[in-house]
């Protein structure tokens, strides 16, 4: 829980150029500046990225933590096989001993999995490998999956060394922040960046339900809008579902291991219901703390679906899981297609 005030904290200064905010910027200037000669590598030629025989899309931030990637890579998976397509999904796992590539099943610790890839696959039933480099854990997924015609790298965009074909930058409500890099603000990379190997090509543009659409980016990119709210119903280990609005009149705990927390309870709130406390963790926080603030909650408790994949041993009865609702708009889809084209064989 210090974990979480801390990143509190930082992500309140980073959306401001206070005092705080100030004493990092030679910090954010030695970032840009490392940043930069590793662009130079690239744009010189002196390291080339890997090309794959398939077309990639990068899913990816351009800000730091919850801005909404997860849940857009599912909705991308998910229309892209409606269209035809047979995708993989590359990633790197964050938090892995081991950077090794490794399939991920739906069995598969979390610990040896991360708690994204695993949700991904588990949602979307394609085949999902995660590696520190992304290229050869797309080659490994390539060669254990034939029928793969397309890959999905979920949290890429600074990941320079996996040519791509197609790059999507998905930002929340906070926008750009301050402006700044990191450590300094909340970007990973500069913006706009158009003369970056990877810059984004599109921009999906993410706001909760009912709340007035996110202000628009510099840069001049294709920008696309989504409404994000809770799903009517909640599910629990093992994939028995419930109304939400049953917990309506009961207090209930609220516990999340994600880069927003609060974020997460407004949105129980906003559904009117009644949070008796809330346990906010760092995001993604390891499954023992996790356990330990679900075994010393009292009440029903609601998670994220982030975090009921590290809870899968609980034996509480009466944890549940409230699935984050994305809702796009078509035109990006039509985005996406016109870029891609028509399926491979």
Same mark, same amino acid.
Not at 142 to 156: K, S, W, Y
Not at 161 to 184: E, I, Q, T
């Given at each position: 829980?210090?974990?979480?005030?801390? $990143?509190?904290?930082?992500?309140?200064?980073? =959306?401001?150029?206070?005092?705080?905010?100030?004493?990092?910027?030679?910090?954010?200037?030695? +970032?840009?500046? =490392?940043?930069?000669?590793?662009?130079?590598? +690239?744009?010189?030629?002196?390291?080339?990225?890997?090309?794959?025989?398939?077309?990639?899309?990068?899913? &990816?931030?351009?800000?730091?933590?919850?801005?909404?990637?997860?849940?857009?890579? @599912?909705?991308? *998976?998910?229309? %892209?096989?409606?269209?035809?397509?047979?995708?993989? *999904?590359?990633?790197?796992?964050?938090?892995?001993?081991?950077?090794?590539? !490794?399939?991920?099943?739906?069995?598969?610790?979390?610990?040896?999995? &991360?708690?994204?890839? %695993?949700? @991904?696959?588990?949602?979307?039933?394609?085949? *999902?490998?995660?590696?520190?480099?992304?290229?050869?854990?797309?080659?490994?997924?390539?060669?254990?999956?034939?029928?793969?015609?397309? @890959?999905?790298?979920?949290?890429?965009?600074?990941?320079?060394?996996?040519?791509?074909? =197609?790059?999507?930058?998905?930002?929340?409500?906070?926008?750009?922040?301050?402006?700044?890099?990191?450590?300094?603000?909340? /970007?990973?990379?500069?913006?706009?960046?158009?003369?970056?190997?990877?810059?984004?090509?599109?921009?999906?543009?993410?706001?909760?339900?009912?709340?007035?659409?996110?202000?628009? %980016?510099?840069?001049?990119?294709?920008?696309? !809008?989504?409404?994000?709210?809770?799903?009517?119903?909640?599910?629990?280990?093992?994939? $028995?579902?419930?109304? %939400?609005?049953?917990?309506? #009149?009961?207090?209930?705990?609220?516990?999340?291991?994600?880069?927003?927390?609060?974020?997460?309870?407004?949105?129980?709130?906003?559904?009117?219901?009644?949070?008796?406390?809330?346990?906010?963790?760092?995001?993604?926080?390891?499954?023992?703390? /996790?356990?330990?603030?679900?075994?010393?909650?009292?009440?029903?408790?609601?998670?994220?679906?982030?975090?009921?994949?590290?809870?899968?041993?609980?034996?509480?009865?009466?944890?549940?899981?409230?699935?984050? *609702? =994305?809702?796009? #708009?078509?035109?990006?889809?039509?985005? @996406?297609?016109?870029?891609?084209?028509?399926?491979?064989?």
């Amino acid at each position: 829980m210090a974990r979480a005030r801390l $990143e509190a904290c930082w992500r309140a200064l980073s =959306l401001r150029r206070g005092p705080a905010a100030r004493l990092l910027l030679p910090l954010a200037w030695l +970032y840009g500046a =490392l940043l930069a000669a590793r662009r130079s590598a +690239y744009q010189s030629g002196r390291r080339q990225p890997t090309r794959l025989p398939v077309p990639v899309v990068v899913v &990816g931030n351009v800000v730091v933590g919850g801005a909404g990637k997860t849940p857009t890579t @599912i909705a991308l *998976v998910e229309h %892209l096989k409606a269209r035809g397509w047979r995708p993989g *999904v590359v990633s790197r796992g964050h938090g892995r001993a081991d950077g090794s590539p !490794q399939a991920v099943h739906t069995d598969t610790d979390p610990a040896l999995a &991360g708690d994204e890839p %695993l949700l @991904i696959h588990r949602a979307s039933g394609v085949p *999902v490998w995660v590696g520190r480099a992304r290229a050869h854990a797309a080659a490994a997924l390539l060669q254990a999956h034939a029928e793969v015609n397309l @890959i999905v790298c979920d949290d890429g965009l600074q990941h320079w060394a996996l040519a791509s074909d =197609l790059r999507v930058a998905v930002f929340d409500d906070r926008g750009l922040g301050n402006g700044w890099l990191l450590p300094a603000g909340l /970007l990973r990379e500069p913006w706009p960046s158009s003369d970056a190997p990877r810059a984004p090509q599109l921009v999906l543009r993410q706001a909760p339900h009912g709340a007035p659409p996110p202000a628009a %980016l510099p840069g001049g990119l294709p920008s696309f !809008q989504a409404q994000r709210s809770l799903g009517t119903h909640v599910v629990n280990a093992q994939g $028995e579902r419930m109304a %939400l609005n049953a917990f309506a #009149d009961q207090a209930v705990t609220a516990v999340a291991g994600i880069a927003r927390p609060e974020a997460f309870f407004g949105m129980l709130r906003g559904r009117g219901l009644r949070l008796a406390a809330t346990v906010a963790l760092g995001d993604h926080a390891e499954a023992s703390a /996790l356990a330990q603030a679900v075994d010393h909650a009292t009440g029903p408790v609601l998670c994220t679906e982030k975090d009921l994949v590290k809870l899968a041993g609980t034996p509480r009865q009466d944890l549940w899981a409230v699935p984050l *609702v =994305l809702d796009i #708009d078509p035109a990006f889809f039509a985005a @996406i297609d016109e870029r891609l084209g028509p399926p491979r064989a």
